[in-house]
């Protein structure tokens, strides 16, 4: 009787001190699922490689993007616009994919915005937008586009802009003063770096034509009786730009006709 509970007595010891051996099969399924959830996502990337006005006068837009790992050939890449007045997004153009590029024009005013490309999912790799880019898209516009700030001069001056039904563009206006005389208008200039300005002088004698920031002159040129010519001029930083016409030498008084147009982001 005494070695029984003995025995017993060793056999409650060691039994809770003991643990089932782990199958290497458990362990091995375990293992593997820890691994599986450490895997990143296959991930693709996209950003617009260059942006650039290609031709003023329409106003087009090129949009060049780079799409890595590139996506199943002819994927449809649509370019945004962020709107402000909505804030919101607004695709204004796409294109399709050649290897791991995209080539999207759009036509669009004169602006200053935001832009982004965009590609939507394709398995394994979600879809992907690329990092904003703001763009001063310059475009060629009439002089007159917002009308006249003001307009003034000696001898009966007379600035006169074609009216819309004629001339669409807000480009063309006639200049006339008396003998001696001399007319100016100003425009407002902001955003704008360029005038571009063909001048038909129908006066019967020699004139001045100038182009002033403000009442500070830029640049001029003497016009010959009954020619053509042209006055260019950088007007980057100008905000209010002044064309003027003066009589040099005529027996009537100055009177020129213009196409005048500016180089701006609005």
Known sequence: ???????????????????????????????????????????????????????????????????????????????HQWIPSLKRWQEVAHGYSSGGSVRITTVQPGSVRTYRIAVGPQAPYAAAISPMISFKHYVWRGMFKKGLLAAGGAGQPQFTVVPPKEGPRRSEADLLANQGGYVWGDVDATGCRYSRNWLGNL???????????????????????????????????????????????????????????LLCTN
């Open 1 to 79: 009787m005494r070695h029984g509970r003995l025995l017993a007595g060793l056999l409650t010891l060691l039994v809770p001190g003991c643990a089932a051996p782990i199958a290497p099969a458990d362990s091995a399924l375990s293992l593997g699922s820890t691994a599986s959830a450490a895997v990143t996502a296959a991930t693709r990337t996209a950003k617009i490689h260059s942006i650039r006005t290609t031709d003023a006068t329409k106003g087009v837009i090129m949009v060049v993007g780079i799409l890595s790992p590139a996506p199943k050939a002819g994927t449809r890449v649509p370019l």
């Open 203 to 261: 006066t019967d004698g020699l004139v001045r034509v100038s182009l002033h920031s403000g009442t500070t002159a830029l640049t001029s040129v003497r016009m010959q009786q009954e020619t053509e010519g042209w006055l260019n001029h950088d007007i980057t930083g100008v905000t209010r730009l002044r064309f003027q016409v003066a009589d040099i030498r005529s027996g009537y008084g100055p009177y020129v006709s213009i196409d005048a147009l």
